[in-house]
């Protein structure tokens, strides 16, 4: 039998507003840690290691917002799986055009690979068995077929959607009978005893050309508009950054609603619409209560992370990021520290975090947006403490990297060297400074900060000055292809 190649597409897009306050808008869940050493976009990469069958996989193609792009290229490569390419949305548009893009780009010089849609944000804890599914699937993708995985339900769920399957064909998948939202207790309880019922896991399969050819008929203004964008795209450094103007024209929609749901009807097409059933510890990990569900309890139901300590309570959930967490008497309750805020919820009211995120935003709070310490292409920062006209930070550059050259309008900065050498730049002239060593960057000055050694170089910068916003430089060079421009971060 003939190799297939095998392109995962790793949509990479959520906010994941209801894992808040350890998820944020430019550091969002799929970028953490939360159930092992890996992060959840890791763990989807490393999804298919040693996947054994016809099919050769590709190294995969992301799609993902602008504002992560480094640290998702970072943590690619540090798992060992860089991306073949990393396509940037300027705005969400939701899966359908995140796909086509992803099409597009892989159907370019005449190529074909199927493609495994993967959200970069879920868990699946027997990569054995997703692996067999994905095997289970690949004939009837092969053949045609837009492929969706079932996840065999385990209990009467009423926060997923469901699909109901159909007669089994020779390969080992199913007809799609129909897509079903969300339904009540009654309804979820007959889907489970009927055993015709899948979750609706958001995982795919088909071939590139497939996708646009059903793109093409049932909505052809999202695909023209994909087309334009893709086309009118710009090389940033190891980035596709898709263009702006024409995306914005893009309809925005689901794979579900835009191509899969609409399948059965257009049999003129002739591609099928098939379902796999998978039993693999699937879990989209939605909120907090969705994590508790798959974290390691011990006796009493109490799952913990960090450094935590627990004393009569029972059924919850403490998560620590930089200090003692500590909960007596809790019952059914979450815990979630980290350095800049604190969440406490009743465990059962886990899903309206996403309104104390919404109350963020609507007073304009960058709490729901960042976190405390902010990563950069060069390395990050950590914001330790601020008032009135000053505001002091950690800074870490990672070997052989610089920030940009650049100046400020409103403030001055002091920087002090804690361990490693830091090289910097002051007008005309440049300078080694050494562990205890520091220096003045006087406000309107030309500067830039690098790290010429093997080590990360540490310093404390302390700013000084009428405002202290990170929007507040102007960029005259950059490695990373920030500059000349006037924008936030360093």
Known sequence: MEISSLLPVILS????????????????????????????????????????????????????????????????????????????????????????????????????????????????????????????????ARGGAMVTFGIVPERAETGYGYLRRGAAAPDGSYALDRFVEKPDAEHARRYLDSGDYLWNSGLFMMHASVWLAAIAHFDPAMLAACTAALQAARADVDFIRIDTAAFEACPSDSIDYAVMEKLAAAPQLGIAARVVPMEAGWSDVGAWDALWDILDKDEAGNAACGETLLERSANSLLFASSRLVAGVGLDNIVVVETPDAVLVAAKDCAQDVKKIVARLKAEGRTLADTHRKVNRPWGWYDSIDGGDRFQVKRIVVKPGASLSLQMHHHRAEHWIVVRGTAEVTHGDKVMLLSENESTYIPLGHVHRLANPGKVPLEIIEVQSGSYLGEDDIVRFEDTYGRAPAAQPGA
């Open 13 to 140: 897009g959520g906010s994941g507003t209801r894992l808040w306050p350890l998820s944020r808008e430019t550091y969002p869940k799929q970028l953490l840690a939360l159930t092992g050493p890996h992060t959840m976009l890791q763990q989807t990469a490393l999804r298919l290691e040693g996947l054994a069958g016809n099919a050769k996989v590709l190294d995969p193609c992301v799609v993902c917002n602008a504002e992560y792009r480094f640290i998702t290229a970072e943590q690619l490569q540090a798992a060992g799986k860089p991306a073949s390419s990393i396509l940037l949305e300027p705005f969400g548009r939701n899966t359908a055009p995140a796909l086509t893009l992803a099409a597009l780009h892989a159907h370019a010089g005449g190529q074909d690979p199927l493609l495994l849609v993967m959200p970069a944000d879920h868990v699946i804890a027997r990569q054995d068995a997703f692996q067999a599914a994905v095997r289970q699937g690949i004939p009837a």
